[in-house]
């Protein structure tokens, strides 16, 4: 018998005695010394002469050795040839049984579902989803009124503190932000007016567009993406972050209903705050129209004002201002509800804080494409 290979911590020992070749192990057949055995062996597989492995100087094995040989002894069974395993301990027999019996055929890319159906999948989840966060939606937006219903007919008290702190959030610290965006959208309508309606002749009319288009849409839609961003983001986070310190949780422990004490200050603070940021916002598109239309166009401001008062009905006014407040209720309800969607931890709190600020700007476009045909429909054009 003659050595093949020496490495540190095993040995291995071949020799052929009437037909049959005899690997004689020694050593440590452990993870870290198995490689050398591991690449023998494997040669082995397919040797015709029939293989007897003997283990009677193996100091330690371990899984891994245990392997080896398992898979030496599988892929010579399979291949029809001879295979004995000689010499070894109780403790290794008995770990080579249970890895024997542990073996099982695994996967190791699952299948592949055809792009169709994995389409379907994804829309199906979509779907579910879409549903599901609509039907919470509305249960939470219910719930909500009804409180401020008991709140309004003085059955729930109301905190006038909460209000008027969630006032000033909303309203009061946003008017810097709304005024410059509503003043660049201002010039940028009557910009864009004017460069149209000069290939016809019919420069004047720009004000009749930045007025009307002001009062009735821009202003309010504009306000109301900037309050959802700003404020929708901010009570989804506010909520979310109490929900994960259990803060909601110990408020209803103690008592105090969390849609009364968290939601309808909220709420209310953007019903009353909308309308108000709405005509500013719009008070300033105008101003931006002016000036643009008074450098441009060579209008004077005073002009522009007149003609302003003659183009532009009251109802374009009370429109926007009819809509400012139906948009502040779904932002708030929109944020409130994202936020107390919140489970986990603080990767949640971003994900609802998104989605508040996309939902909430969906549903206030969706409401104002009703609110467009409605009031078309009831001849306020």
Same mark, same amino acid.
């Given at each position: =018998?003659?050595?093949?290979?020496?490495?540190?911590?095993? @040995?291995?020992?071949?020799? @052929?005695?009437?037909?049959?070749?005899? #690997?004689?192990?020694?050593?440590?057949?452990?993870?870290? $010394?198995?490689?050398? *055995?591991?690449?023998?062996?494997?040669?082995?597989?397919?040797?015709?002469?029939?293989?007897?492995?003997?283990?009677?100087?193996?100091?330690?094995?371990?899984?891994?050795?245990? &392997?080896?040989?398992?898979?030496?002894? =599988?892929?010579?069974?399979?291949?029809?040839?001879?295979?004995?395993?000689?010499?070894a301990s109780d403790k290794a027999e008995e770990l080579i049984d249970q890895i024997c019996s542990h073996t099982r055929p695994t996967k190791i890319r699952p299948d592949l579902t055809p792009p169709f159906i994995r389409t379907l999948e994804k829309l199906g989840g979509w779907i579910v989803f879409a549903a599901t966060t609509f039907g919470g939606f509305l249960s939470f937006l219910g719930l909500t009124l009804v409180t401020l219903g008991r709140v309004l007919i003085g059955r729930r008290a109301l905190r006038w503190r909460a209000v008027t702190n969630q006032y000033e959030a909303v309203g009061v610290a946003s008017l810097g932000i709304i005024g410059l965006m509503s003043f660049l959208v201002g010039i940028v309508v009557a910009q864009q007016g004017a460069v149209q309606l000069r290939q016809f002749g019919a420069d004047v009319f720009v004000i009749n567009l930045v007025g009307r288009i002001t009062f009735r849409e821009l202003g309010v839609l504009m306000t109301a993406i900037m309050v959802a961003g700003r404020s929708g983001s901010a009570f989804a986070a506010q909520i979310g972050s109490m929900k994960l310190a259990e803060e909601v949780d110990a408020m209803r422990t103690i008592g105090m209903p969390p849609i009364e004490v968290l939601v309808i200050p909220r709420l209310l603070a953007a019903v009353f705050a909308m309308p108000l940021l709405a005509f500013y916002g719009s008070i300033l598109g105008i101003v931006g129209g002016m000036l643009l239309t008074w450098v441009s166009l060579g209008i004077p401001p005073a002009t522009f004002i007149q003609r302003i008062q003659e183009v532009v009905p009251i109802?374009?006014? &009370?429109?926007?201002?009819?809509?400012?407040? *139906? $948009?502040?209720?779904?932002?708030? #309800?929109?944020?409130? $509800?994202?936020?107390?969607?919140?489970?986990?931890?603080?990767?949640? *709190?971003?994900?609802?804080?998104?989605?508040?600020?996309?939902?909430?700007?969906?549903?206030?476009?969706?409401?104002?494409? $009703?609110?467009? *045909?409605?009031?078309?429909?009831?001849? &306020?054009?």
């Amino acid at each position: =018998m003659a050595d093949t290979e020496a490495p540190a911590g095993s @040995h291995i020992a071949e020799g @052929h005695a009437d037909g049959e070749r005899t #690997v004689r192990l020694s050593g440590r057949m452990t993870i870290r $010394f198995i490689d050398p *055995v591991s690449r023998r062996l494997r040669e082995l597989e397919s040797d015709p002469e029939p293989l007897t492995v003997d283990l009677a100087d193996i100091e330690r094995i371990d899984t891994a050795g245990a &392997w080896v040989l398992y898979r030496t002894r =599988m892929a010579r069974e399979a291949a029809g040839l001879s295979f004995r395993l000689t010499g070894a301990s109780d403790k290794a027999e008995e770990l080579i049984d249970q890895i024997c019996s542990h073996t099982r055929p695994t996967k190791i890319r699952p299948d592949l579902t055809p792009p169709f159906i994995r389409t379907l999948e994804k829309l199906g989840g979509w779907i579910v989803f879409a549903a599901t966060t609509f039907g919470g939606f509305l249960s939470f937006l219910g719930l909500t009124l009804v409180t401020l219903g008991r709140v309004l007919i003085g059955r729930r008290a109301l905190r006038w503190r909460a209000v008027t702190n969630q006032y000033e959030a909303v309203g009061v610290a946003s008017l810097g932000i709304i005024g410059l965006m509503s003043f660049l959208v201002g010039i940028v309508v009557a910009q864009q007016g004017a460069v149209q309606l000069r290939q016809f002749g019919a420069d004047v009319f720009v004000i009749n567009l930045v007025g009307r288009i002001t009062f009735r849409e821009l202003g309010v839609l504009m306000t109301a993406i900037m309050v959802a961003g700003r404020s929708g983001s901010a009570f989804a986070a506010q909520i979310g972050s109490m929900k994960l310190a259990e803060e909601v949780d110990a408020m209803r422990t103690i008592g105090m209903p969390p849609i009364e004490v968290l939601v309808i200050p909220r709420l209310l603070a953007a019903v009353f705050a909308m309308p108000l940021l709405a005509f500013y916002g719009s008070i300033l598109g105008i101003v931006g129209g002016m000036l643009l239309t008074w450098v441009s166009l060579g209008i004077p401001p005073a002009t522009f004002i007149q003609r302003i008062q003659e183009v532009v009905p009251i109802t374009d006014v &009370w429109v926007g201002l009819i809509k400012a407040p *139906v $948009f502040g209720l779904v932002i708030a #309800v929109t944020g409130c $509800f994202q936020g107390m969607q919140v489970r986990g931890n603080a990767e949640e *709190v971003g994900l609802r804080t998104t989605a508040a600020v996309v939902q909430a700007i969906f549903l206030v476009i969706v409401l104002d494409a $009703f609110f467009a *045909v409605f009031f078309s429909a009831i001849g &306020w054009n």
